[in-house]
């Protein structure tokens, strides 16, 4: 696995996972600005949905393994912990924007 290309929260939540085949880790996938056929196809096979050569980040639901084979990927650029977002209740929108 190429830690250098994980980001810390990442790293963080790969160490707390039990099973490295389970698929439980919410990510983004940083690629290269323009990805030949051979990297699309990996990408595909990993489930990855809208997967075209005119994006270059991507979501999926990985397992650890999955994660460390795409770390080692010359065109993978960096992976990074997808977190859910929560509304922040009892704060004006004002104090928001500030």
């Known amino acids: 696995m190429n830690y250098q290309k994980l980001d810390a929260a990442l790293a963080t939540a ?3 996972v039990q099973d490295s085949q389970e698929t ?8 290269e600005p ?5 990297a699309i ?4 096979s990993l489930g990855v949905s809208g997967v075209s050569s005119e994006k270059d980040v991507f979501t999926a639901t990985l397992s650890p ?14 992976l990074k912990r997808s977190h859910q977002l929560r509304l922040v209740k009892g704060f004006p929108i004002s104090k928001l924007s500030k």
């Not at 439980?24 to 690629?31: C, M, N, P, Y």
């Not at 323009?34 to 051979?38: E, G, W």
């Not at 196809?41 to 595909?44: C, G, R």
Request: a negative charge; hydrophobic letters at 50%; proline letters at 3%.
């Open 14 to 16: 790969l160490n707390d």
């Open 65 to 78: 393994n999955t994660i460390s084979q795409l770390s080692e990927q010359p065109w993978v650029i960096s």
């Open 24 to 31: 439980s880790l919410a990510v983004f996938i940083h690629t």
């Open 34 to 38: 323009i990805l030949d056929s051979a």
């Open 41 to 44: 196809a990996v990408l595909e």
